[in-house]
């Protein structure tokens, strides 16, 4: 998979992208990811990349022509599946699209800032339109990072057999149960007995059991979905 993330500030996105398990999935292969400079594409004499709001009122849009430069030179260089907006008035992510963009070839990610970026771009070039939740960002590039850490784990190869994605919260709907590791005693609070009985069946039907109470308890919107 190739990822392209457009952005005024790329520095914002070097770390994410660095360490772990995003860093390995890019040297085995599995993903490509592309950081470009909206900035390299303005072509006015002080670089800008915003401009008043037409009607007035705070707050700079970004403007259209760096934008569609850099777009435009991507989709001539190949196809994308999507080419994503990042904004607080977009769909809001869930595990599903996740799962279902993991299946892509291509994916730009557009970061929006100030105000946003001029409607027409919206209009003419993006695909889809997503928000990570009901708060307000500086800008799209900490969403993006969320988005592309949440994409990539699920391509296969990405995680080995013990992390695979496939057990975690949400994935089947239910939150994960509580996980212990040594000591079996801290300060009076105990490892339960059944995780250290070996009794896999008997573990097995505990962890279910603990995950649906916690999904009742914390999320019980997901059961009702
Ligand atoms: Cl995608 N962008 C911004 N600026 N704020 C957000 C967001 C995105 N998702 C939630 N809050």
Request: glycine share 6%; hydrophobic share 35%; aromatic share 6%.
């Amino acid at each position: 998979m190739r990822i392209d993330i457009l952005t005024i500030l790329p520095k914002l996105l070097e770390s994410p992208f660095s360490i772990s398990i995003m860093q390995r999935a890019q040297e085995k292969g599995h993903v490509e990811i592309c950081i470009h400079n909206i900035r390299d594409y303005a072509t006015n004499k002080h670089k800008n990349v915003d401009d008043y709001q037409y009607g007035g009122g705070a707050g700079m849009v970004m403007s259209i022509e760096p934008i569609a430069s850099l777009i435009e030179k991507l989709c001539e260089e190949r196809t994308y599946d999507e080419i994503i907006y990042m904004t607080p008035d977009g769909e809001v992510l869930a595990q599903n699209h996740c799962n279902d963009l993991s299946l892509s070839t291509n994916i730009m990610i557009l970061c929006g800032h100030y105000k946003g970026v001029d409607e027409r771009i919206r209009e003419k070039y993006i695909t889809r339109e997503i928000s990570i939740g009901s708060y307000v960002l500086s800008g799209g590039e900490l969403a993006a990072a969320v988005l592309v850490d949440a994409i990539v784990r699920l391509i296969p190869g990405v995680l080995n057999d013990e992390t695979s994605a496939l057990t975690d919260s949400f994935q089947d709907k239910l939150l994960s149960p509580p996980v212990y590791t040594r000591p079996p005693e801290f300060k009076g609070l105990k490892v339960p007995d059944v995780l250290l009985s070996g009794n896999t069946k008997e573990i097995e039907s505990w962890r279910e059991e603990k995950a649906l109470e916690r999904t009742k308890e914390r999320r019980p919107d997901l059961l009702e979905e």
